[in-house]
Structure formats: structure tokens, C-alpha cells
């Protein structure tokens, strides 16, 4: 798995303008509502800036969160501390991580699964949840689809401009390895002109029964729903939220 949004960390936030991480949580806040009501610790693997952590600790959960790329928690830290709000974050990769507790719920959320770039990378991580779930406790994670990777983003380039930056993003789809791969050039001001940064980028489409496969002797599938909408998963879903119970 590699170290991606190193150097766009501090523009992130403003990349992700169109996520509706409001809805996201009242969904979220829902399923384990449902599913785990007694639910109190959490854990978000690829935390990133730390947005649904955040939110999730304004709830009244014990948060905790964790990535791979330093300068993201970097900001998550800052952002927590001017919320207000207490949460550990861990800098490691969620393939091996190891925090030493155990939770009601772990989350990865905003495609984050999509950054593990084979099963036996799927399979560690998943091994890795099972150990720190508490017996039923719910493992939820989203996973951009084949239709999204393939289809709506792969081949194409995009680009877009912001007062104080711009980026571009370079797509190429490879379908016999299901793989996604793209370049991010970032133009940021630095006083009189602007600074070019670049991110090489991978993510790898998962189809439902791969992930079946891999998750059947661990854990109870408990929904799989669209994951903008989180209504019915439909043949053009560009994204999949699954909704697993720990068997323990």
C-alpha cells in the first residue's frame, strides 16, 4: 500500500468540498443505532483529516483514528484540538495496524479500502479489524465500485480550479488487474506564483463477491447499500457500503 495525500494534505479539505460528510454521519450514526446501540468506542481506519472522527467524538463516542500519511494527521490533530475534542490518532498502515484495544465499531469510510491493492492486502486488514472488534461488533466500509473506477473516472482527466489552487487529475484503467491508476499535479500559491507538486496514486476495484469471499468466515453481512444514497445498491452505484458483524 503506498503513502498517498502527503502533499495535497493541506489542500484535501478543499478538494473534498462536494463530500456530504454531514449526511454520512447521520447515516453512519444510524447504522450502528440499529446494529450495536451500546456501541462507544470507534475507530476510523484512513481518517485522513479527521472529519467523521471528529463528528463522531461530537457524538459522545471514545473516537480514535488512524492513517498512513503523517501530514494528514497532522491537521486531523490541529482540527480535533480547536473542536475541542480528544482523539488519539494513530500514523500506521491499516494492513498491520495494531493499537492494542479493542472497539464497538471499526469504520473506513470515503474509499479508503480501495487503496489496498490486492485480496492478500484486503484479507490482512480485515484480519487486522477482526482482531480488534469486540465479539459483534460492526466492522462498515465503502469501496468505490468497478462502474466508478472503470467507467466514470478511468481514461479521463479532470480539473478544477480554487481561489488559492488548482489540481489535475490523470486517470488510467487497467481491466485485467482491476487496477486504477492516476497522477495528481497540484498548483498551490506561494506568494507571487504558484508551486507544482505531484502524487502518483493506486487503487484497485473490488467486486461484491470478491469481498464476500473474503469476509464469509469472520463476519455476518448485515447491509450492502449504495454508499452516497445508502438506499438500494443499483447496477450504476458508484460507490458500495458494507455493514459487517463480528461472529465472536
Given at each position: 500500500?503506498?503513502?498517498?495525500?502527503?502533499?495535497?494534505?493541506?489542500?484535501?479539505?478543499?478538494?473534498?468540498?462536494?463530500?456530504?460528510?454531514?449526511?454520512?454521519?447521520?447515516?453512519?450514526l444510524?447504522?450502528?443505532?440499529?446494529?450495536?446501540?451500546?456501541?462507544?468506542?470507534?475507530?476510523?481506519?484512513?481518517?485522513?483529516?479527521?472529519?467523521?472522527?471528529?463528528?463522531?467524538?461530537?457524538?459522545?463516542?471514545?473516537?480514535?483514528?488512524?492513517?498512513?500519511?503523517?501530514?494528514?494527521?497532522?491537521?486531523?490533530?490541529?482540527?480535533?484540538?480547536?473542536?475541542?475534542?480528544?482523539?488519539?490518532?494513530?500514523n500506521?498502515?491499516?494492513?498491520?495496524?495494531?493499537?492494542?484495544?479493542?472497539?464497538?465499531?471499526?469504520?473506513?469510510?470515503?474509499?479508503?479500502?480501495?487503496?489496498?491493492?490486492?485480496?492478500?492486502?484486503?484479507?490482512?486488514?480485515?484480519?487486522?479489524?477482526?482482531?480488534?472488534?469486540?465479539?459483534?461488533?460492526?466492522?462498515?466500509?465503502?469501496?468505490?465500485?468497478?462502474?466508478?473506477?472503470?467507467?466514470?473516472?478511468?481514461?479521463?482527466?479532470?480539473?478544477?480550479?480554487?481561489?488559492?489552487s488548482?489540481?489535475?487529475?490523470?486517470?488510467e484503467?487497467?481491466?485485467?488487474?482491476?487496477?486504477?491508476?492516476?497522477?495528481?499535479?497540484?498548483?498551490?500559491?506561494?506568494?507571487?506564483?504558484?508551486k507544482?507538486?505531484?502524487?502518483?496514486?493506486?487503487?484497485?476495484?473490488?467486486?461484491?463477491e470478491?469481498?464476500?469471499?473474503?469476509?464469509?468466515?469472520?463476519?455476518?453481512?448485515?447491509?450492502?447499500?449504495?454508499?452516497d444514497?445508502?438506499?438500494?445498491?443499483?447496477?450504476?452505484?458508484?460507490?458500495?457500503c458494507?455493514?459487517?458483524?463480528?461472529?465472536?
Open positions: 500500500m503506498n503513502n498517498p495525500y502527503s502533499k495535497f494534505a493541506n489542500v484535501y479539505d478543499i478538494m473534498q468540498y462536494d463530500v456530504d460528510y454531514d449526511f454520512w454521519h447521520e447515516q453512519i444510524k447504522l450502528i443505532a440499529v446494529s450495536r446501540p451500546e456501541s462507544k468506542r470507534v475507530l476510523e481506519l484512513a481518517c485522513g483529516t479527521g472529519t467523521m472522527a471528529i463528528s463522531l467524538s461530537k457524538s459522545g463516542f471514545i473516537t480514535e483514528g488512524l492513517d498512513l500519511s503523517e501530514d494528514m494527521l497532522a491537521i486531523a490533530s490541529s482540527k480535533a484540538s480547536l473542536e475541542k475534542q480528544k482523539i488519539k490518532f494513530y500506521q498502515n491499516m494492513i498491520d495496524f495494531e493499537t492494542r484495544k479493542q472497539y464497538d465499531v471499526i469504520l473506513c469510510l470515503c474509499d479508503g479500502m480501495n487503496y489496498l491493492n490486492d485480496e492478500e492486502q484486503f484479507l490482512s486488514t480485515v484480519n487486522q479489524v477482526k482482531k480488534h472488534l469486540l465479539p459483534g461488533g460492526l466492522f462498515i466500509f465503502d469501496l468505490s465500485t468497478n462502474y466508478k473506477l472503470s467507467q466514470v473516472i478511468g481514461n479521463s482527466t479532470f480539473a478544477e480550479t480554487f481561489e488559492h488548482a489540481y489535475i487529475w490523470e486517470n484503467y487497467d481491466e485485467e488487474s482491476n487496477q486504477l491508476n492516476f497522477l495528481l499535479t497540484l498548483f498551490v500559491e506561494d506568494g507571487s506564483t504558484y507544482r507538486l505531484e502524487e502518483y496514486h493506486q487503487q484497485r476495484a473490488y467486486r461484491v470478491e469481498v464476500k469471499k473474503i469476509i464469509e468466515a469472520d463476519f455476518d453481512l448485515l447491509e450492502l447499500v449504495d454508499g444514497s445508502f438506499e438500494a445498491l443499483e447496477e450504476f452505484s458508484q460507490r458500495m458494507f455493514v459487517l458483524k463480528h461472529i465472536g
